[in-house]
């Protein structure tokens, strides 16, 4: 099983709120509705909370500010993932997802990477 996480940046113009109405209202059900065409087997949005913990946790260790939340789509392998991707459906999926993102998204901040957990 691998995973594809991005942490996301909410577009400059957006407040951290509105950046999480639209991702839980329209985009988190939108990817849902065509989760199974994507060949994905689970979803998760980590929503960043507003709490001074954050703040404290930033400044104790000298990061970065804190993304405004974490996605993670699991798939059964790389070559799995490739594949639903691949296919003309897939690519049209992943054009259509793209540009929704591009309604609340900041890409130019955010990151998506491929991970393999390994839980201890």
Not at 3 to 19: A, D, S
Not at 38 to 64: F, H
Not at 65 to 78: K, L, M, N, R, T
Request: aromatic share 10%.
């Amino acid at each position: 099983m691998i995973k594809f996480v991005m942490c996301l940046c909410r577009h400059p113009e957006m407040t951290r709120e509105q950046f999480q109405d639209y991702w839980v209202n329209k985009h988190g059900p939108f990817f849902q509705q065509h989760a199974g065409d994507m060949r994905s087997k689970r979803y998760v949005q980590s929503i960043t909370l507003d709490t001074p913990l954050n703040e404290a946790l930033r400044e104790s260790r000298g990061m970065l500010p804190a993304y405004d939340g974490v996605a993670e789509v699991w798939f059964e392998s790389e070559d799995d993932m490739v594949a639903a991707m691949s296919t003309p459906e897939g690519q049209a999926l992943s054009a259509a997802l793209l540009a929704d993102e591009q309604n609340f998204v900041d890409h130019s901040k955010s990151t998506a990477f491929i991970v393999r957990e390994n839980e201890l």
